[in-house]
DNA sequence: CGTATCGTTGAAATATATCAATCGCAGTGG
DNA sequence: CCACTGCGATTGATATATTTCAACGATACG
């Protein structure tokens, strides 16, 4: 992949951004890949990058939805999140990328060379503040998530799960889950049977209504609320 | 405690270090309290900062031991990390603290104002760089730990807590547990009843030996690591 | 030396996992 | 157009790891 991409992701014009330098407060979102970068498209289950290879790209979620994910000697999975159009994802301080990345639906990915962002960061202490932004970002969602994986229940889980893609798309009726209860699971720390368990047990109690399995609608946003805790 | 804190953290000379911008490799660590900072001192399960409030310090452990953590509206908790000396926390990229801190025992904390290293940021790519690194490193271990409590089973838990206190310290013979069981329960998402079954079983399996409660002899590294997993 | 706190151990309960069968839908080919 | 196939999702029955509840033991502290 990485040779393939080297060829492919052509570096177009660097525009330093100019604005008030951000270090001292918090000022945000500032597009990082302005004028830069080149277009890739994922099939659907195709690798991103995998984990421990060289960190020299990042990436941004044009549309389609990725999951990042370690895994065990063993098989098992821990997915560490789900990426959506707009997302940024791959941005690495150290050498090598520390989870794997693959598209879950076919996606378009916007890939930018991490030495081009670098390069701005030398100059620009406005994009050296971007992206630890997004870094610290990052570790708020992986530490909600340690609190999630440590001590929510099952029910509790897949209910803050649905709040959370809710959260993202305030005025969408439905839900839409790009993953399959696969993905779930293992984002989740449960298995496929629990989660699929979870939903009828939702929806037997009237708090959401599946169309589908990959669509949910919030029938009562308070119950759902109640039930993230 | 942040008033009490405005009037003691005296913060001394700012020394803008100087040496190879590094926001293209990995170059690390770089002491970034090098003469800033007052010292404080913390008693046993004193709070050093809570959840939401405002981020205005960053901290040095010099000695003891600090906890991080979450809590649930009904009491329940998550341990986002265990801090050692030389570590730093309470660094956040927004305007609020993600988790809150105590001291787990009485410890000695070097304090430094945030704007005081930002300052240097805006002047210094290595300062920003350097900032942007400790973030990334807190990442790191919170995503490993998210694989630990999505997919570890409770033995597995354990071995890989000791394992990594272990690795810490390499050449000590004991791993010295600052922290209580349920400390450790809330870090490993068990309860402490597991935690204990636990430490007796790796014992009775010949991987380790407790000395007390708070002393851990590793019997053997490769039968500890095989537990990791 | 008594008391409080923390840790350990045991027995029982339970949430979730595991194993296994069926269902349902999308794509395929007759 | 409709059966056929395959894969993911659901449901059911059972197993099990971990929790919960409870008692006891050890250790530190005044």
């Known amino acids: 992949m990485s040779a393939q991409l080297a060829q492919s992701a052509v570096v177009h014009t660097l525009r330093p951004m ?22 890739m498209t994922f099939d659907r289950d195709a690798e991103i990058y ?8 990042v990436y941004r979620v044009a ?5 990042t ?8 999975r821990q997915i560490g999140d789900f990426l959506l ?30 030495n081009a962002l670098f390069n701005l960061a030398q100059r620009s202490p406005e994009v050296g503040h971007a992206l630890w932004s997004l870094t610290a970002r990052e570790l708020e969602r992986a530490q909600s998530h340690l609190m999630l994986l440590g001590r929510k229940s099952a029910c509790e889980r897949v ?15 439905e839900i839409c889950l790009h993953m399959s209860r696969q993905d779930m699971a293992d984002y989740l720390g449960l298995t ?38």
């Open 69 to 76: 994910y370690k895994v065990l000697a063993d098989g098992r």
């Open 85 to 114: 159009p707009g997302d940024v994802f791959g941005l690495e301080a150290g050498a090598d990328h520390l989870l794997s990345a693959e598209a879950i639906c076919r996606s378009e990915i916007v890939v930018c060379r991490r």
């Open 50 to 57: 995998g984990e421990g290879e060289a960190a020299d790209f």
């Open 63 to 67: 549309s389609g939805c990725v999951r």
């Open 159 to 173: 209910a803050t799960f649905l709040q959370t893609l809710s959260d993202r798309f305030p005025e969408d009726p």
């Open 192 to 229: 496929i049977e629990t989660v699929s368990r979870t939903f009828t047990q939702l929806q037997a109690e009237g708090v959401i209504a599946l169309h589908g399995c990959r669509k949910v609608e919030v029938l009562s946003r308070q119950a759902l609320r109640r039930k993230t805790y």
């Open 18 to 39: 100019v604005g008030p330098t951000s270090w001292s407060r918090e000022s945000e979102p500032f597009d990082l890949f302005q004028g830069l970068g080149a277009r």
